[in-house]
């Protein structure tokens, strides 16, 4: 019994131990075949993806299939294939790749030429395999500052998207509201025009009758102005008539012509009895129906009536002077001490000398010119006072007031014209606006009216010598920091994107030309942002502009897009 007992538990103990065993067996065995997998057989330069290309054998093929090589040549330093696949971890094709594993960040190709040329290209180091330098691995820092990237770019994404929706939402209501405004705008275009029609009638209508009154009132004013000047032509004549008839006798003699010298044509101060003559028609006197119809026209420009002669008073009667203001002692006593000073003045000068007479000047000559002034003195006397003495003209031209009448119909043609004036503002008021909302229904603000809420916005940036200024849809232009005139860089033009996205670059053009050059124009590039910003301004080109602009608009992804290399070696 106790024989079995010890059989039995043998037996037990065994069996712990072959499971123990086995178990770790096969744990050695996973860990190997692991360790197997994970060693892919490839040579150096080689990507993952195309190590079965390049499996150990007797033959390598290229990969063009230009040429069957013995696989010893690959990687020989010589380059046997036109591809150049046969040297992928060498620099001996031209036109080879060698492909940087780069485990823990991306992998990379860089070109055959870079390879072994002393310079870490890979951040693995792989492409200084020979060890002339040491290259440290840095793809892990690398890839972790690479992850830190996409995640910021994540979050920026996420924001931008967020605030694209709510400009998708602003653009979406905005046009919504105009299209509703549309419809109620069409019906009061049609009524603002009935009214402005009817206004218009009503004005014309009440316009007939008040011209016709103001007319009749300016034609019977014509005619009493000329009745007028008439009557002051008459008065005119009748007064120069009886002045130049000296003895009264009903008719002017050549005699009584000669006694006013401005009669006289050959400007020698007498008056010829040829002139006077000349004159009166070649008479020798002439009655007043004769001077008034013949002579009066020719000597009305150069008769000069006399001055009036100023009436002595009676004898015995006495004038008494005007009453001076009385005078302030103090100002009295200042003007004897200039008085006295001015005497002091003129004794200390010297007396000038009396200059010879043909330095002073020809006096016939200065009294020709007195009488010209004298002349022109009298003529604007006469025109102060009017023809002979008679009262301003002006005073007499003031065209009298209109009859009640006539006031009726002015006021009730103002009171029409006011009103159509009011009706046709309102139409050409909604006309406007009716302009401006097809304008803006016709516009391009890309999918889901997202670039709504950078209309009728500016955006400034300033580097070291302007202030450039980005107002989308509108105009582009830019101005000196220190002050200056605005230069015109473009006005909107159209969305300029590639095809598969044509809202991503705007096109502002037909800018301020260019002194013997193109004109200036403005190509704006849109990139994700939570800010509507101008990031940079550059002038590649002569008078050609590109502008880096900000904006949530085009935010069009919460997932930033992951590298499209073939492998990610970790």
Known sequence: MAAMK????YIVRLKRYLSSYLGTILILVSLIGSSVRAEVGRPRGVAISKSSFYK????????????????????DDYCDCKDGTDEPGTSACPNGFFHCT???????????????????????????????????????????????????????????????????????????????????????????????????????????????AKDKHQQAWEAEKASRQANREIDQITSAFKELDKNGDQFMSKEELQLHPEMDIDNNTVVSDTEAKEHLEDNDQVDFDTFKDKVWPNIKDIYRSPEPVAEEPPEGSTVEPEESPPVDPEMEADND??????????????????????????????????????????????????????????????????????????????????????????????????????????????PDEVFYPLKDQCYEFTDREY?????????????????????NLGRWGHWAGPENNKYENMKFEKGLNCWNGPDRSVLVTLHCGTNNEIVSVAEPNRCEYTFNFNTPAVCIDTTPEEPHDEHDEL
Do not use: W
């Open 56 to 75: 150990p054998g007797d033959t390598f093929t290229c990969l063009d299939n230009s040429a069957v090589l013995p696989y010893s040549q690959v990687n």
């Open 467 to 487: 202030i450039y200024k980005l107002c989308p849809f509108d105009q582009a232009s830019q101005r000196p920091k220190s002050g200056g005139t605005e230069t």
């Open 337 to 446: 001490r200039d008085l006295e000073e001015e005497d002091d003045d003129d004794e200390a000068s010297p007396t000038p000398p009396t200059l010879p007479a043909d330095v002073m000047g020809n006096d016939e000559d200065e009294d020709e010119y007195s009488d010209g002034d004298e002349d022109d003195m009298e003529d604007d006397r006469k025109d102060e006072r009017g023809e002979e003495g008679s009262p301003p003209a002006q005073e007499e031209e003031k065209m009298p007031d209109y009859d009640e009448e006539t006031k009726k119909l002015i006021e009730d043609a103002a009171l029409s014209r006011a009103n159509f004036d009011e009706a046709d503002k309102r139409f050409r008021d909604t006309e406007k606006e009716l302009n401006d909302i097809n304008s803006f229904l016709n516009m391009d603000l890309g």
């Open 6 to 9: 010890r059989h039995v538990l």
């Open 102 to 212: 780069n485990a823990g960040h991306k992998p990379m190709y860089i070109p055959s030429s870079r390879v072994g040329d002393s310079i870490c290209d890979c951040c693995d180091g792989t492409d200084e395999y020979s060890g002339e330098v040491i290259c440290d691995n840095t793809c892990k820092e690398l890839g972790r500052a690479a992850k830190e990237e996409r995640e910021r770019k994540k979050q920026l994404l996420g924001e931008g998207y967020e605030i694209r929706k709510q400009y998708c939402e602003q653009g979406k209501t905005a046009k919504e509201e105009k299209r509703s405004r549309l419809e109620q705008l069409q019906y009061d275009k049609v009524q603002s025009e009935t009214i402005r029609n009817d206004m218009e009638a009503l004005k014309n209508q009440a316009e007939i009758p008040e011209k016709e």
